[in-house]
């Protein structure tokens, strides 16, 4: 915003009007796992740490910390003066408490608590010193310490609320406190008058310049796109890619595309049961799939796409990886030399009788991207059949979890690239015992053992050599096919200045953001 | 003898049929619908799933009378493939909707009190949920997906026939013709089949030309709502809640599936009135 | 003269409110059998549906729960007691008017729906109110008058055709993203309760308007209005005075479908101009199994359902002193 | 000085049908004037142009049109407003359905004089009570309250009156004032309105029953087919017919011939004279005998409401037994009864010596082939989607008829009735009434019964029509020896068909016997008073009843 120099002066004053697209239903960040959280997130709970531009943590709640050298122990030193909005005070015992209200189950936490799985306890050195134990060596901890899922909220307020009013009323350290909260309609925030913790990297401090918050969720994108254009609000998220050329062109709009950290838009292979698990059924569905196409289709030319399993933007991303890209001919080729040489009525490819198919249920809405579109038609000029099975989100979700399907599609996003963790190690796969992410089921020693080392150093030479390792293997295993990078669309208005980009989650930060009059 | 018949007044005789322009055109509608839906390859100059090389978006013209969509499909051809799930829509529900309905409103209009009462009060139940909130919970205990849709919609319009028919039978059971019948010594059994049957169903007959407009209309709500045909199916309200999205880019992929959805509804309409109309002994 | 005027006045009453109040008596205790039924019919189709609501709930995509905390959500919401428990345990809290907790929202299910039908009823009340009196000037302004008639008909008929969503887009087309006199979303403040409110009621308030037309122009045939003319009354006096409310009884006999038309259109409605209110709730809750939530707006709709079957039959008695005595 | 009312050469068409085609009449003050003439002959659409409201996308053309010697014709609807109700009193055709069902009675009587007079609302009301008891009504501040529905058909009637002379008009216009009403209740209200003449106001009364009106018009109008075939006094007209529609009418009035006169002006049927002899000379066994039969039905309240208490009756084969009685009165229900389409509560009906009860359901159809019935509303008793050919072929099946031979017999009965082949493939909305009655004949000839039941077979016809059906039905009976039961509340009628009769009311009996008998010496007071409302030609001194007058 600044650079335009329209008001390089902040002025103090207004309500910034957002829109969203989707009410997480919960603005407990532990208890949920929107994506909206990430911005709710630092507008009501400051992080232990902050990732500087290159990825590492940096201070921000915690001011130092020491790792032992096995990677489990971790002491970290906080800052004082914090108080939460309730009153409460931050110090040792309020993280403690935090750890554990992301653990307990009766939170439900869906992402934050998983985050820190290998937590084991804490000893409380004195009121600002704490050293946390887990169960086994975790470096990303750190990191992942930085996402708006695991931000601090106040112990009082954990203490005194049942989880379902705190997901009413969560009480954090933030530059804003919440005012108000109507379901699928509208939330309201105020600023802390007495806030003055930010972390460095945002160059500024003391309390936010605006006066309040208000975020509508508006679900109907046309919609959404035509009130940001009427000037009923100054930022709108989810900003549909095919309305990115009009704010582009639009002088009174300015417009972020901003890639994010993690896992690019996917198609997953369930490689445990055919037709997946043959490689070379893989290798020719991922030749046959015309990614560019794609692209330029349902990205309107607002997404690159992925090289590979990692995003671009991810620490320790290796762009020397390259997943090998559409070519019909040799998909054709694979298919042949992997037997499916017989052809059905419909032009379909066919072995012993049985017809190459995939099943790839999609979670119904109202408008089912056309990529699956796509993908079904590319696939089929190969003569592969994609059947996509659009079904209520339960069905969906449960079918993902018991991997009953061939093909699903998926984002990750985080602020690590233990991502690759998450999922491809083979203690990611879903069964009776444990949910997971890992849904093409891939199991591999030496991704195992990679990822494992991964997670126990903090040295950078040897995590780029690691991580590229993976990097390398995964796309010779080809458990999908990665087709885009993660990016996150926004527009705000130009009277709309000072936004800070969030280094873990590339969102806007509002903390010093003010209106032009 | 045959000078009695001198008070006969000249009667007019059913049959004579004025026709006026809103229902010729109405009918030649319906019939290009009817042909779109039988023979779609005749009537579009593309395959409706096939993802042209020329773009998404393009305008009106040229190989594309009108224009392409997102994914670079002919709309023209999208919307002449999309008559047959509309049909489909339309005759399958209401067939099946105007099938339960008569079985069940016969059920309650022949039967013993209790069977009569217990079959009213599901009816009612039924009745009581909003029959958008029925087809739903159908949808989500079947899936989404045409047929399913189909069934929700019919399933929703059951209660209503149901009760039609049972008022109906319960008019004919009593008329004066059915007590001529059993007068002339008649069985119970004819007297039912040939008697009360038919009449009974008559006027649900004459209504459900209408629903299949309605039918039509609730089939692409759902669609609309994301919850009907399955994409990549050329289908109305999938096209027009897809084309929501991008109307800011091209309207006319709003304005076409409304265009057909409207029409067609209206067209089918206005020939189930005039079917009523006649039925109902009018003939202006 | 007064007195005696009571009298007969009196005398015609006394039975009236004996028999309104036996109606309502019966009408009540079928409205009962009609909740029970709706929620057990609702019940059963719920549970017997594929899909577990446990990890909809928690593990929805972009979730990475852990097995705890999913058999805590099994436990907390009761899902694993065998079904005839968990009905049992339903009509129990149903009976003391309790209709559980959302899954999702994790409040309430009457607070859930008590926060959304504020904008509901607004819609609802609003698009009512325009649709009847749309309707009632439609009628009464061209029942009988030639060239009139026919273009209102042919209006009223385009639009009780025309599917709702397609009315809201060429409304929100039209007034919003073209001309943008009106807002495009949102639910606050008069203005934006204007195209919600035209789309819901053009479509209900042409259908209404076809039927008190064809039942006025029915009306007009009848002797008593000629005797009504016979003495000198003029036209338009005869059409409200005698006229329209015998017309009126046909739109308390239509408004079942009005109610009806008015939920399965708010969804529609809703979605389209991102308002919030039941409709949305009902359509979420549906998409993600939210089975105290979904049972809950079944029971809502039936209780709907059932108060406005007696509300009419209430005002049928009030309108039309046949039904009380006959 | 001035006519009241001068009409000259009104014409009246609806989309190019002339229906009043030239009618001329005046009509003076203190006059009754009785316009007569079948159903559509445009007495209605006269009429009401006399007020300015013909009817929906009526042409009216006239000669002169003055009402008090103000030529009418120019009047703007603001004109005829004053001149309606005011001026010009009318009550419409039809009664029941004249008065506002959703308003008190009281409400609409007092209509005209809110909207002519400077009446507050009290005054009003005190009018309305004053009005109603001017035309009979007892306890006007009960009525007043009260709505249509609550009210019988008579005092339906009198409010009508009331609302129409509420304004004192100088123009009283009566359609059909007496259509609608019981015997009885039809003398009351022509005695009120023959207490309304007199004065300086004019009386225009309607009716398709010339005997009707012979009591109270001073002149006599007789329409047909849209003209006034013949003008004159009452007297006149009635003891002297120029027109032979007329003379038609005059003669199709049953009352005034006894069993085995033929009413209808059309020629007798050849195959059928000479009619034979009373059938009563010959008693037959009987087939039918019903012995204390009562039936009683619940009500709305739940309450039961007996409809038919202790009635005995024997019919015998080739008689006709009429029974008479008031709307409500049980004869339907007793018709039902013998039928055995209803069980009775108590007593038996025997059917050739057999009861109902008796009989195994095989006995039973085919004992009803053997009584037919035709019902007062021929048109439900067809099911609307068969053809003529279908209904009779139906009831020729019953009565086991091979297929085969079904259409020969079909056009053989048409024939018998009257009708020709060319109604073979007619349904029943395509036929007029007289028709439709003549179908259910033939359909219930078909089944080869030896009893006919004629519940009111001819009370929605037209007085030429009711003739021919009435020819038609004595014809047969002399032909094939049928026995009737023969139901009307028409005494006339009922006079004319009938060997015996029977006297109902309230779902009793209250005599029986010999219609000669009946008729001439009547034992119950009800008989008598029902006697004494039968409309006879010669207009005589109406006999002793309610005083009234207008206040
Ligand atoms: N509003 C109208 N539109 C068209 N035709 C009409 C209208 N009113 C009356 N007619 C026709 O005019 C003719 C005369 O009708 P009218 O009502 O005057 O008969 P009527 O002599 O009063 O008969 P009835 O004894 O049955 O009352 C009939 O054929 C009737 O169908
Ligand atoms: N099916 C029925 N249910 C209830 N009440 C009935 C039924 N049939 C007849 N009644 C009542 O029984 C009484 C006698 O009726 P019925 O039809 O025999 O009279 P009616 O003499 O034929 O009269 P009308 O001359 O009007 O035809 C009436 O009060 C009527 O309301
Ligand atoms: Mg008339
Ligand atoms: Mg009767």
């Given amino acids: 915003g600044t650079a335009d120099g329209v008001s390089a002066e902040p002025a103090r004053g207004g309500t910034l009007n957002l829109s969203m697209s989707l009410d997480p239903l919960c603005l407990d960040p532990h208890a949920i796992s929107s994506d909206v959280e990430q911005i709710f997130g630092h507008i009501l709970t400051d992080n232990l740490v902050y990732l500087d531009d290159k990825g590492d943590p940096s201070p921000w709640l915690a001011t130092s910390w020491e790792i032992s050298p096995d990677a489990k122990t971790y002491t970290f030193h906080l800052r004082e003066g914090v108080t939460f909005s309730d009153g409460a005070v931050f110090d040792a015992q309020a993280v403690v408490t935090n750890f554990e209200h992301m653990l307990d189950p009766a939170t439900r936490s869906p992402l934050a608590g998983p985050y820190i799985a290998p937590y084991e306890d804490s000893k409380i050195i004195d009121d600002y010193t704490l050293e946390v134990h887990l169960s086994r060596p975790y470096v990303p901890f750190l990191t992942v310490l930085a996402q708006g899922w695991l931000g601090m909220e106040s112990p009082k307020a954990i203490k005194e609320s049942t989880p379902a009013q705190l997901c009413e009323h969560p009480v954090g350290s933030g530059p804003f406190v919440l005012t108000g909260y109507t379901k699928n309609q509208s939330v309201t925030f105020a600023r802390r008058a007495d806030y003055n913790w930010p972390p460095d990297l945002y160059k500024r401090g003391g309390p936010a310049y605006l006066d309040g918050i208000k975020v509508d969720w508006v679900g109907q994108d046309a919609v959404r796109f035509n009130s940001l254009v009427s000037g009923q609000y100054q930022a709108t998220g989810y900003l549909p890619a095919q309305n990115a050329q009009a704010v582009k062109s639009n002088p009174a709009l300015e417009y972020h595309n901003n890639n994010r950290i993690g896992w690019p838009f996917t198609l997953d292979f369930n490689v445990s049961r055919a037709p997946f698990d043959d490689i070379d059924v893989r290798r020719a569905f991922a030749a046959s799939v015309n990614v560019p196409a794609i692209i330029q289709t349902i990205g309107f030319g607002q997404r690159q796409p992925a090289t590979g399993f990692l995003d671009r933007v991810t ?101 690590t690239p233990d991502v690759l963790y998450i999922k491809y190690a083979t203690e990611s796969i879903p069964n009776d015992k444990r949910l997971g992410q890992n849904l093409s089921h891939l199991s591999d020693q030496q991704i195992d053992t990679w990822l494992e080392q991964a997670r126990q150093t903090t040295d950078a030479a040897k995590l780029r050599d690691l991580y590229g390792k993976v990097q390398q293997r995964l796309v010779d295993l080809v458990p999908g096919v990665p087709i885009y990078d993660n990016s996150v669309l926004w527009a705000t208005s130009r009277k709309l200045q000072g936004v800070i980009t969030d280094t873990s989650h590339a969102t806007p930060v509002f903390t010093y953001a003010w209106l032009t009059k | 003898m045959s000078a009695l018949t001198a008070t006969d007044a000249a009667l007019p005789r059913a049959g004579r049929v004025r026709l006026r322009p809103g229902l010729i ?174 009449n009974a169903i008559r006027p649900v007959l004459v209504l459900s030309t209408i629903g299949i407009g309605t039918a039509i209309s609730a089939g692409a709500a759902l669609s609309f709502l994301g919850l009907g045909a399955e994409p990549p199916a050329a289908e109305w309200g999938d096209m027009l809640s897809n084309g929501l999205q991008y109307i800011s880019n091209d309207w006319f992929l709003v304005a076409v599936p409304s265009v057909a959805i409207t029409l067609t509804v209206l067209a089918i309409t206005v020939l189930g009135r005039e079917v009523r109309r006649r039925s109902e002994g009018r003939t202006t | 003269m007064t007195a005696l005027g009571t009298t007969g006045t009196r005398l015609a009453v006394r039975p009236t409110a004996v028999a309104i109040a036996k109606r309502i008596g019966v009408r009540l205790i079928a409205g009962v059998g009609v909740l029970w039924g709706a929620a057990t019919l609702s019940f059963i189709a719920l549970h017997v549906t594929a899909g577990d609501a446990a990890l909809s709930t928690v593990a929805g995509q972009g979730a990475n729960p852990t097995k705890e905390v999913l058999d805590q959500v099994r436990r907390d919401l009761g899902l694993d007691q065998p079904l005839y428990h968990q009905y049992l345990d339903y009509l129990g809290r149903l009976l003391h008017g309790d209709l559980g907790r959302s899954y999702q929202q994790r409040i309430s299910v009457s607070q859930a729906i008590g926060e959304q039908l504020g904008q509901t009823v607004q819609l609802a009340v609003a698009a009512a109110v325009v649709a009847v009196l749309l309707a009632i000037a439609a009628a009464v302004l061209t029942a009988r008058r030639r060239p009139w008639r026919s273009i209102a008909s042919g209006v009223e008929l385009t639009l009780s055709a025309t599917p709702t969503f397609v009315i809201g887009i060429v409304l929100l087309i039209v007034f919003s993203f073209t001309l943008k006199v009106l807002p495009v979303s949102g639910n606050d403040g008069p203005r934006a309760l204007i195209l919600p409110t035209l789309t819901l009621a053009l479509p209900i308030g042409a259908v209404l308007a076809q039927v008190l037309r064809s039942e006025l122009e029915e009306v007009l045939e009848q002797p008593f209005i000629l005797t009504a003319r016979t003495r000198g009354m003029r036209d338009t006096v005869v059409r409200v005075r005698h006229a329209l409310r015998h017309a009126l009884v046909q739109i308390v006999t239509m408004s079942g479908f009005v109610v009806g038309g008015l939920l399965g259109g708010a969804v529609i409605t809703e979605t389209l101009f991102v308002r919030q209110g039941v409709g949305q709730l009902m359509l979420s809750a549906v998409t993600t199994k939210d089975i105290p939530m979904v049972l809950g707006l079944v029971v809502f709709a039936a209780f709907v359902y059932v108060l406005v079957n007696l509300l009419v039959d209430i005002a049928y008695t009030l309108i039309d002193p046949r039904l009380v005595t006959r | ?512 016997g010999d219609v000669r008998t009946v008729f001439t010496d009547p034992q119950h007071d009800y008989t008598r008073e029902l006697l004494a409302a039968i409309p006879r030609l010669t207009p005589q001194v109406a006999p002793p009843a309610t005083p009234l007058g207008v206040g």
């Fill in chain 4, 1 to 512: 000085m001035t006519s009241l009312l001068e009409v000259a050469g009104l014409k009246v068409a609806f989309n190019g049908t002339t229906v009043v085609d030239g009618v001329s009449f005046t009509l003076e003050r203190g006059e009754c004037l009785a316009l007569v003439g079948e159903s559509g002959s445009g007495k209605s659409v006269t009429t009401r142009t006399l007020v300015g409201l013909p009817g929906y996308g009526a042409r009216v053309h006239t000669d002169r049109l003055r009402f008090d010697g103000t030529d009418v014709t120019g009047f703007t609807d603001r004109t005829w407003r004053r001149v309606r109700g005011a001026r010009i009193g009318f009550v419409l055709q039809d009664a029941m359905a004249s008065l506002d069902p959703l308003r008190p009675v009281g409400r609409e009587i007092a209509e005209p004089l809110a909207l002519h007079t400077t009446l507050n609302r009290a005054a009003r009301a005190a009018r309305v009570h004053e009005l109603l008891e001017s035309v009979g009504v007892p306890e006007p501040e009960v009525r007043a309250a009260q709505y249509p529905h609550q009210l019988s058909g008579g005092l339906r009637q009198r409010a009508l009156i009331a609302s129409a002379i509420a304004c004192e008009p100088e123009l009283l216009l009566a359609d059909e004032p007496t259509t609608a009403l019981d015997a009885t209740v039809a003398l009351q209200v022509l005695d009120l309105l023959g207490s309304l003449k007199g004065n300086r106001s004019g009386l225009l009364i309607v009716s398709h029953d010339l005997a009707v009106v012979a009591r109270l018009a001073d002149r006599v109008a007789v329409m047909k087919a849209g003209r006034i075939v013949e003008l004159g006094a009452t007297d006149a007209v009635l003891r002297d017919p120029q027109h032979p529609y007329t003379k038609a009418l005059l003669a199709a009035v049953p009352s005034a011939h006894a069993k085995g006169t033929w009413l209808s002006t059309v020629e007798r049927p050849a195959a059928a004279a000479p009619v034979s002899p009373p059938a009563a000379a010959q008693p037959g066994r009987p087939v039918l005998a019903a012995v204390g039969l009562r039936k009683s039905f619940p009500g709305p309240d739940g309450v039961a409401r007996v409809a038919v208490e202790d009635v005995s009756l024997t019919l015998r084969a080739g008689e006709t037994l009429g029974i008479v009685g008031e709307s409500g009165s049980g004869k339907s229900t007793t018709a039902r009864l013998l039928l055995g389409l209803e069980t009775p509560d108590a007593g038996e009906v025997h059917v050739d010596g057999t009861p109902w009860p008796a009989l195994t359901p095989e006995q039973r159809r085919a004992h009803r082939r053997r009584l037919q019935i035709v019902y007062q509303d021929p048109l439900g008793s067809f099911d609307p989607r068969f053809t003529v050919e279908r209904v009779i072929g139906e009831a020729l099946g019953a009565a086991g008829h091979p297929r085969g031979a079904r259409r020969e017999r079909t056009v053989e009965l048409l024939e018998m009735v009257a009708l020709d082949a060319g109604h073979l493939r007619r349904r029943p909305l395509e036929l007029s009434g007289g028709q439709r009655q003549r179908v259910a004949v033939a359909r219930a000839l078909a089944a080869e019964p030896e009893v006919i039941v004629c519940d009111e077979p001819v009370s929605a016809l037209d007085v030429s029509v009711q003739a021919q059906i009435l020819d038609l039905l004595a014809d047969l009976q002399a032909r094939l020896g049928v026995a009737y039961l023969f139901i009307s509340h028409d005494l006339g009628v009922v006079y004319h068909a009938s060997d015996r009769v029977l006297v109902m009311r309230d779902g009793r009996v209250l005599e029986s």
């Fill in chain 2, 25 to 198: 055109l109405a009918g030649l509608f319906v019939a290009a619908v009817v042909v779109a839906a039988l023979v779609p390859q005749l009537l579009a100059p593309h395959d409706p799933l096939e993802i042209g090389a020329d773009g998404a978006f393009l305008a009106p013209g040229g190989t594309h009378p009108l224009g392409t969509d997102e994914s670079g499909r002919d709309v023209l051809s999208r919307m002449v493939y999309g008559a047959r799930p509309s049909l489909v829509m339309g005759l399958g529900a209401t067939a099946i909707a105007v099938t339960g309905g008569t079985l069940l409103g016969l059920i309650a209009g022949l039967g013993s009190r209790l069977t009569e009462s217990v079959v009213m009060r599901l009816i009612d139940v039924v009745l009581s949920i909003p029959e958008l909130l029925l087809a739903l919970v159908v949808i989500t205990l079947a899936g989404a997906g045409s047929t399913n849709a189909m069934f929700a919609v019919a399933f929703a319009s059951i209660p209503s026939y149901a009760r039609i028919v049972r008022a109906q039978t319960h008019i004919v059971r009593r008329s004066i013709f059915v007590e001529a019948a059993t007068g002339l010594g008649m069985k119970r059994f004819t007297v039912i089949w040939r008697h009360v049957l038919p």
């Fill in chain 1, 315 to 415: 620490q320790y991303y290796d762009p020397n990886v390259k997943f090998p890209g559409y070519d019909p001919a040799k998909a054709n080729q694979l298919l042949d030399q992997a037997g499916w040489t017989g052809r059905d009525a419909d032009g379909y490819r066919t072995k012993d009788g049985k017809v190459l198919e995939a099943q790839s249920p999609v979670t119904q809405t109202a408008t089912v991207s056309p990529v699956y579109n796509l993908i079904q038609a590319q696939a089929k000029a190969v003569g592969f059949k994609v059947n996509v099975n659009l079904l209520p989100l339960t069905q969906v979700t449960t079918l993902r979890y018991a991997g009953d399907y061939d093909l699903l599609s998926g984002v990750w996003h985080t602020n």
